[in-house]
């Protein structure tokens, strides 16, 4: 059977948080309909994302550690759909995706009759008249002194 990864990279301020916290709390549903939502913890995919592109985060970072590959590995485990959602995978590199696709079971060289895992890359974006404002005000909340003029 093939596996098929929906991989939710998102950009910020775009409702993944809320897409995220559904999913998380339904993830026991999910699975019973086949699709998995592989996360212990609310932050399991925010910490994945930050061990596979090797991000600094307020001493996080330590915390990740082998996050990625657990999640990975959780993947390639379950036979049917897994949804793996963070807004941060939206900047990985073309290295760390490629990286990231692999791990997954996705082979680069194999047609796609003969892949292990299909993966569809889900991206939600917002207009830029309300994506500035959201992202300046997600600045302020952080303690940025950058004025809504600069």
């Not at 090797?54 to 990975?72: F, K, S, V, Y």
């Not at 807004?87 to 194999?110: K, N, V």
Request: net charge negative; hydrophobic share 40%; proline share 4%.
């Amino acid at each position: 059977m093939t596996r098929t990864v929906l991989l939710h990279v998102g950009t910020p301020k775009t409702g993944t948080s809320y897409v995220q916290d559904v999913l998380f709390r339904n993830r026991e549903m999910l699975l019973e309909a086949g699709i998995c939502y592989p996360a212990d913890r609310f932050d399991a995919h925010f910490l994945a994302a930050l061990d596979l592109m090797n991000l600094p985060w307020g001493g996080l970072e330590t915390e990740a550690i082998g996050a990625w590959d657990r999640l990975a590995e959780q993947v390639r485990e379950h036979d049917g759909t897994t949804i793996i959602s963070h807004e941060i995978l939206a900047h990985a590199s073309r290295t760390q995706a490629g990286r990231a696709l692999e791990s997954l079971g996705h082979r680069w060289d194999a047609p796609p009759e003969e892949q292990e895992t299909e993966v569809h890359v889900v991206v939600s974006a917002r207009d830029l008249l309300r994506q500035v404002p959201a992202e300046w005000q997600e600045n302020v909340k952080h303690r940025s002194t950058l004025s809504y003029a600069e």
